[in-house]
């Protein structure tokens, strides 16, 4: 329950607010201050005019949609930390963006504090039996994101550009490194065991896996190690290092970007190209479909699903060189297919 009454300028927002055809409560109004995702109340009138500022207006709106009685807005709060962009908001952001990387590790039992370090026989076993108790009883989804996209559009037969990847990023071959690279890092899981693992996971993708060893063995001559160089080298604790290690501005911005994407994502596919497939084609054409969109880039529903896979997307705007760059190229096409007027 609200501790006070209502103040005028309270007031004054559920009004506006109501106008949009929303309603809200004092109480709701409380928590979302208490959660930095609306601003203080002396912050919400224009000092020149006294007058509500429309974006607190439609700030105030849009928790109004997310908001359902039992259940966090997720990942949206997200959002609203990123843009206002303070020591404080990033705070919040980055102590999420962790959680939702742990998270699913906790969810199976893996007290990631307990996971031992180190390249010694009995560290390297015991990160083993962790992986193998994660993986235990888990089924694996028979096709991924891409693998149902694909298979409706050969129903309807409308041709797409083929894959740059496995066929499914999610077969069972590939959750056992999987989940031992995140537990142990890249030092867990060689290269041709990975390659192994692919081949399991898309024997009729030759030519890509071809291209995979041919590119590991040059850069092995030149003394690079590849697979060192990945996100995942270090396991999960690279991963939330990564994060904790950001400075504010790139954490806000690398949240305000992913998100923003998935949003268009999300709309052309669930809204626009039901009806106009030539969209998934263009967006499959290119090699952020693969790099991005397959993995988390399209997070519709609210929740720690979404959570995870936004939180993925941030670690790889951090620490993949270009990826960032080519994230923003890929927003600039889909918001030319978002302009386009509606077949």
């Not at 609306?38 to 509500?52: F, N, S, V, Y």
């Not at 303070?86 to 939702?100: G, I, Q, Y």
């Not at 024997?203 to 890509?208: F, I």
């Amino acid at each position: 329950m609200p501790r006070t009454n209502p103040s005028a300028l309270e007031r004054a927002l559920v009004a506006a607010v109501g106008q949009l055809g929303r309603t809200i409560t004092q109480t709701q109004l409380e928590r979302w201050r208490t959660n930095l995702w609306l601003a203080r109340t002396a912050d919400w009138t224009d000092p020149d005019t006294g007058e509500l500022r429309p974006e607190i207006v439609h700030r105030a709106a849009r928790l109004a949609d997310a908001s359902t009685p039992g259940r966090s807005i997720s990942w949206l709060g997200w959002i609203f930390w990123a843009i206002d962009d303070t020591p404080e908001t990033a705070a919040r952001l980055r102590e999420a963006v962790v959680k939702a990387l742990q998270r699913p590790f906790q969810r199976a039992g893996v007290d990631f504090t307990q996971v031992p370090e180190g390249d010694s026989d009995d560290a390297f076993e015991a990160r083993q039996e962790m992986a193998a108790a994660m993986l235990k009883d888990r089924r694996s989804p028979r096709k991924d994101f891409d693998g149902t996209l694909r298979a409706g559009a050969a129903e309807a037969e409308f041709d797409l550009p083929p894959s740059r990847s496995v066929t499914n990023i999610l077969h069972q071959a590939l959750m056992d490194p999987g989940a031992r690279m995140l537990l142990g890092g890249a030092d867990d899981v060689g290269f041709e065991e990975l390659m192994e693992a692919f081949e399991a996971a898309s024997p009729d993708n030759t030519e890509t896996i071809g291209h995979l060893r041919a590119a590991h063995r040059e850069a092995a001559l030149a003394g690079v190690d590849l697979l060192a160089e990945s996100p995942l080298a270090g396991g999960l604790r690279g991963l939330v290092r990564a994060v904790q290690e950001a400075d504010d501005r790139t954490l806000c911005a690398a949240v305000r970007t992913c998100t923003k994407g998935n949003g268009a994502l999300t709309i052309l596919l669930l809204q626009r190209a039901p009806s106009e497939p030539e969209i998934l084609r263009t967006l499959m054409a290119d090699v952020m479909w693969d790099q991005w969109a397959r993995i988390g880039g399209c997070a519709p529903v609210l929740g720690l699903g979404g959570e995870a896979a936004i939180a993925i997307n941030v670690v790889q705007y951090l620490v993949i060189p270009g990826w960032a760059e080519d994230l923003e190229r890929y927003q600039a096409l889909m918001d030319t297919l978002l302009a386009q007027p509606v077949a």
